[in-house]
């Protein structure tokens, strides 16, 4: 069991120190998470960006970018995406990061079939929250990536958080399939497709992890609502990973999870050949580090 997202931190010092690119480097939250993440030793990184722009940000935040390799592109954030995705190919780096540069066109760069990271995997989003109101770290996916998955998407978005879960310690972690409700109704799809998931890791083709619903919330998050209701088994109430059953109620969930529960969180984007770090605009530093920290445990 993983209390506090502090603990990815402490994790991440105990391993090698990993070299990370980043994608259009000039943003003034992306330098200040990576001068922390230097400082706690867990990354040594790839500047990808405009390299006046970047030295000037660096010194208003007093980060010494001497020593630090700057690979200089004033053409944009689409062409530092290209680049700093071309350093992780070739491994002169371990993973990437986003900075000053739109989330699809970073995907773009990514997903290039000759020139990006792509795999045979669905590319999802994975989120790690420390909630004052849980009693252990919370996943939830996925929230940015996938509108409205079909049956078979949602099974390899579980399979990425199920990785993401491996790599950060949680060696067989509980997977509620949320919705509205408890009970399969067939007008809901949700509930449907909550149903084929948990017979699917019944038979051994979701593994690695134990799948149940569908949950509503409260049963997935709080013991004794699911006892209130009858539910039992062991992932009521004791999840690890919550799969939103779409991208509208995943993002409304992850959001007020920040900004109205006072948790803390840390997101990775899965199913490309590395972690890539795509923290939100509205996500504080700290979120970056500690991203930072995720990424460079799973990879």
Same mark, same amino acid.
């Given at each position: 069991m993983i209390r506090d997202l502090t603990e990815l931190l402490r994790k991440a010092k105990s391993r090698p120190v990993r070299k990370m690119a980043v994608a259009a480097a000039e943003d003034e939250h992306v330098l200040k998470a990576l001068q922390e993440a230097m400082r706690e030793g867990i990354i040594i990184p790839l500047l990808v960006g405009d390299k006046e722009k970047i030295e000037r940000i660096a010194r208003s935040i007093g980060?010494?970018?001497?020593?630090? *390799?700057?690979? %200089?592109?004033? *053409?944009?954030?689409?062409? @530092?995406? =290209?680049?700093?995705?071309? =350093?992780?190919? +070739?491994?002169?780096?371990?993973? !990437?990061?986003?900075?000053?540069? @739109?989330?699809?066109?970073?995907?773009?760069?990514?997903? %290039?079939? *000759? +020139?990006?990271?792509?795999?045979?995997? !669905?590319? +999802?989003?994975?989120?790690?929250? *420390? +909630?004052?109101?849980?009693?252990?770290? !919370?996943?939830?996916?996925?929230v940015a990536m996938n509108i409205a998955p079909d049956l078979d998407a949602k099974r390899q978005i579980i399979g990425n958080a199920v990785k993401a879960c491996h790599g950060i310690g949680i060696e067989n972690p509980k997977v509620a399939v949320a919705a509205a409700v408890e009970t399969v109704n067939p007008k809901m799809e949700a509930t449907v497709h909550a149903a084929l998931l948990k017979e699917m890791n019944n038979k051994g083709v979701l593994q690695g992890c134990v799948v149940d619903g569908p949950f509503a919330i409260d049963i997935a998050v709080n013991r004794e609502a699911a006892l209130h209701k009858g539910v039992g088994g062991e992932v009521a109430g004791d999840c690890d990973v919550i799969l939103a059953p779409d991208i509208e109620a995943g993002n409304m969930f992850y959001k007020a999870l920040n900004f109205l529960g006072g948790a803390a969180s840390a997101a990775v984007v899965m199913g490309a050949s590395v972690p890539v770090v795509l923290t939100s605009r509205s996500d504080d530093e700290r979120s970056k580090l500690l991203s930072i920290a995720l990424a460079a445990l799973i990879n």
């Open positions: 980060f010494n970018p001497d020593g630090v *390799e700057l690979i %200089d592109n004033r *053409e944009g954030g689409a062409v @530092s995406a =290209q680049i700093a995705v071309a =350093q992780v190919r +070739s491994g002169r780096a371990d993973f !990437l990061m986003k900075g000053f540069v @739109s989330t699809g066109d970073l995907l773009k760069a990514v997903l %290039d079939k *000759e +020139s990006g990271l792509r795999t045979d995997r !669905l590319l +999802s989003h994975v989120a790690f929250f *420390e +909630s004052p109101y849980y009693h252990k770290v !919370l996943c939830v996916t996925d």
